[in-house]
């Protein structure tokens, strides 16, 4: 028995050994969006058109303590509990239309459990401006109050944040957003399981129900074959899809590959997707 508690913390700092930390999260996307589909005009004649378009962005979000993989280099505890400040940039390429927006923002956690945010985005020569305060009940569930001002309107939810802890590694996470005004719910969750080795999966579904419109859903799952390399598929109601892929060519430069399309869009669709991310 003495053996086995002497051994106890020694197999804790081996299960824990594999982990990395980060403090900061750097990330450029970049689509180029493709679409081709025939245009019947007034004498009846189809004609071949296509619509091209450009979008990128660049995004660095900065935490005041570490942040602990768990396992793959890219997934991290369900619900953060760590101060944060972040910074946005994104371009929009449309024929002859160029459209740049700009965000910032942060939040900040203190030590009695509750949560104040606060941002602004500029997007399309109009301000947004958020606010949000909430409560760390306990490390797995925390409920927060979002305003969001959009100089013709004030839009208020609450969101409910859950996670709940299968194992060591493994848990099932649960956000529900709820706004009155629009009626607009938003139910997702997500599932992380380590399956054997450096092989782990995830599997997130989110339902959402919008008065006077269809409910949506989208699914997205990604397999990791190890902490530096996955695969990822989504799809969702509407027929989008997306096949991608992730690798970390050592632990703080990753490269994104993606293709993205529709099923039931007239003609043809074709997304293509290039991301970067650093991790310091």
Same mark, same amino acid.
């Given at each position: ?11 804790? +700092?081996?299960? %824990? ?30 004609? $071949? ?11 660095? %979000? ?22 944060? +400040? ?25 030590? &009695? ?51 709940? =802890? ?31 080795? /450096? =092989? ?20 997205? %799952?990604?397999?990791?074959?190890? =902490? $530096? ?7 969702? /109601?509407? /027929? ?5 892929? %992730?690798?970390?060519?050592? $632990? &703080?430069?990753?490269? /994104? ?21 650093? =991790?310091?």
């Amino acid at each position: 028995m003495r053996f086995k508690l002497a051994a106890l913390p020694l197999m804790l +700092v081996a299960a %824990t050994a594999g982990a990395e930390e980060y403090n900061s999260f750097t990330n450029s996307t970049y689509y180029n969006y493709e679409h081709t589909y025939s245009n019947t005009g007034s004498a009846g004649v189809a004609k $071949r058109e296509s619509f091209d378009a450009d979008y990128f962005n660049l995004g660095t %979000t900065y935490f005041f303590g570490g942040k602990e993989t768990l396992g793959p280099l890219k997934e991290f505890e369900y619900i953060n509990k760590v101060s944060n +400040v972040s910074a946005g940039f994104s371009h929009s390429n449309f024929g002859s239309e160029d459209i740049d927006s700009f965000t910032v923002g942060g939040e900040y956690f203190a030590s &009695n459990g509750i949560i104040v945010g606060a941002g602004i985005y500029d997007l399309w020569e109009s301000n947004v401006d958020y606010q949000s305060i909430g409560y760390l009940f306990s490390p797995d569930f925390l409920v927060k109050l979002n305003h969001v001002d959009n100089d013709s309107d004030n839009e208020f939810s609450v969101e409910a944040r859950y996670n709940h =802890q299968l194992n060591s590694t493994d848990y099932v996470g649960f956000n529900l957003s709820v706004d009155e005004e629009s009626d607009n719910r938003i139910l997702s969750s997500k599932y992380f399981v380590h399956l054997s080795g /450096e =092989q782990y999966l995830t599997a997130e579904l989110t339902y959402n129900s919008i008065k006077e419109f269809d409910d949506f859903w989208a699914l997205s %799952t990604e397999f990791f074959f190890s =902490q $530096r390399t996955s695969v990822e598929f989504d799809y969702n /109601e509407q /027929e989008d899809y997306k096949l991608g892929m %992730t690798h970390f060519f050592n $632990r &703080n430069i990753a490269v /994104e590959a993606a293709y993205l399309s529709n099923n039931d869009v007239k003609g043809d669709l074709d997304i293509y997707q290039l991301g970067l991310t650093v =991790q310091l």
